[in-house]
């Protein structure tokens, strides 16, 4: 899978995500979390079919199974750029809060 869709004026390079390489970042997430405390990390749609409810499908069935499968969980945690007006809506509706934000920068040499 390769990952390149821009994200608000920052210019990313592609990249390329096995299966190996996204097992190994689970585990070292997994390592380090609070068990009671999840995280839902990337919700992809293209950016040519957002707005018309994918989001919202995605990020049901993932807290369906997440309810059924963990249920020991009591957070979820988020998170998505600022610029993506269809999952920060999506977020909203399913009840989230911001609790910090990040603010990245990009030096042309």
Same mark, same amino acid.
């Given at each position: 899978? %390769? ?13 390329? *995500? ?8 689970? !585990?070292?997430?997994?390592?380090? #979390?609070?068990? @009671?405390?999840? !995280? #839902? *990390?990337? %919700? ?5 079919? @957002?707005?018309?409810?994918?989001? &919202?499908?995605?990020? !049901? *069935?993932?807290? @369906? #199974? ?6 020991? &969980? ?13 999952? &920060? ?12 934000? *990040? %603010? ?6």
């Amino acid at each position: 899978m %390769t990952l390149d869709a821009p994200l608000g004026d920052m210019d990313y390079e592609p990249e390329s *995500w096995d299966v190996a390489r996204l097992r190994a970042s689970e !585990s070292r997430s997994m390592a380090r #979390q609070d068990p @009671r405390v999840a !995280s #839902q *990390w990337d %919700t992809i749609v293209d950016p040519a079919h @957002r707005g018309h409810g994918l989001g &919202v499908v995605l990020k !049901s *069935w993932n807290h @369906r #199974q997440l309810v059924d499968l963990v249920p020991e &969980v009591a957070c979820v945690n988020t998170r998505n750029a600022v610029a993506n007006r269809h999952m &920060v809506a999506v977020n909203e509706a399913f009840g989230f809060e911001p609790v910090e934000t *990040w %603010t990245e920068y990009q030096l042309d040499l």
